[in-house]
DNA sequence: CGTCTATTTGAATGTACTCAAAAGCGGTGG
DNA sequence: CCACCGCTTTTGAGTACATTCAAATAGACG
């Protein structure tokens, strides 16, 4: 199995010693997914947590006339997945796809809560992880209410430029909250200056 | 020092024995607000983690229109403050204000290290605050994105029935995302039907 | 090469904003 | 006690940013 990415992540924060990174592995499932794949169904509880080992999935919402709406790309060594569903057992109102070839690590519920009391040191690890994620969470927050379409467009290029690559306009523009025609229209804006 | 908020939700989470809840207590600075005071300046790195124990803050960024956008109301329980600024030791670029006369719990960072080092125990009560943040935060962006000006100010309302008490309309509206005067003419809308 | 989907383009429309002015509301001092 | 001040909320007219819808064009894949 490779989990090169999830535990380049890991030793960043904390450092496991044998044991543990040999319990760590036990648990883990590895999979592989074609593009286009999902994991797991809308609607159901969500068993797993996902690392992203390789490639690039995108966690998404789809509203009730059937538009999508991008909460998250993830590539190498993110987490990604329904978070709610997964802590609180609600049913899952995300899917999650591969939009490239990708090799992804799953921790199901029960091991990850088994992980967490054996080796509390855990604890520290996905403590930071999410305390990052939320600062990155507030910071989207924010510029969505402070920055237009075309600015929040232009941070979005300049922050991940190698998403361009994986991610079709359409996914780039629902996860700015605008239309793929409005971003269209931005762009040729862009390239006209 | 009035810790009972914050106990009661680490309590939620994790069981302190006495030296633990002793040690917090040791490093907790009890603070009480004014109406309309701050906490620490714009611009400086953060040196505190805040904890609501009674009234009302909001903490939000100023952007260079000097326009105010609201990041969020914390009332008792809560955890408030600049987290990147905190964690990170960027210069803060949010101001935390009372919203009512208040009081407050700070804990310093060196003193949170600390506290994480001494007692592992603390890694797993974050970690899980963390995490629902998180969550709620995933929720928000979502809401910002697949709903319109409206639907988020219904959805506040029946969420956050309380806080129309202390909070003045133009403020929901930076939170929602969207200027006082057209805020005032949703609820007007309201009114008729 | 043909089919399917993504992107672009343009016209009409709608949601939310700006600006300006009026009305409401709370506190303070004469 | 009420008159005035400062700030918030309301109202309306005009405008801008972004959407919708429809059609054309471009790209990807078998």
Redesign the pocket.
């Known amino acids: 199995m490779d989990a090169f990415h999830l535990l380049k992540s890991i030793s960043k924060h904390i450092t496991l010693d044998a044991e543990e990174e040999k319990y760590l592995k036990s648990i883990l499932l590895p999979m592989t997914m074609k593009q286009n794949e999902f994991i797991e169904n809308t609607n159901e509880v969500t068993r797993y947590f996902i690392n992203v080992n390789e490639g690039c999935l995108m966690t998404y919402y789809t509203d009730k006339e059937a538009n999508d709406h991008v909460l998250q790309f993830a590539t190498a060594g993110w987490w990604t997945g329904d978070l709610n569903s997964f802590t609180n057992g609600a049913p899952s109102i995300y899917s999650t796809k591969a939009l490239t070839d990708s090799k992804v690590l799953l921790i199901p519920k029960i091991q990850m809560d088994e992980l967490l009391k054996r080796f509390p040191k855990f604890e520290k690890y996905f403590r930071i992880i999410f305390q990052n994620s939320l600062i990155t969470h507030q910071q989207r927050i924010l510029r969505n209410l402070s920055m237009?379409?075309?600015e929040r467009y232009q941070y979005f290029l300049q922050k991940y430029p190698t998403l361009e690559q994986f991610v079709?306009?359409?996914h780039i523009a629902s996860y700015l909250?605008?239309?793929?025609?409005?971003?269209?229209?931005i762009?040729?804006k862009m390239m006209e200056k």
């Open positions: 237009s379409a075309e079709p306009q359409k909250g605008i239309t793929p025609e409005f971003l269209s229209k762009r040729r």
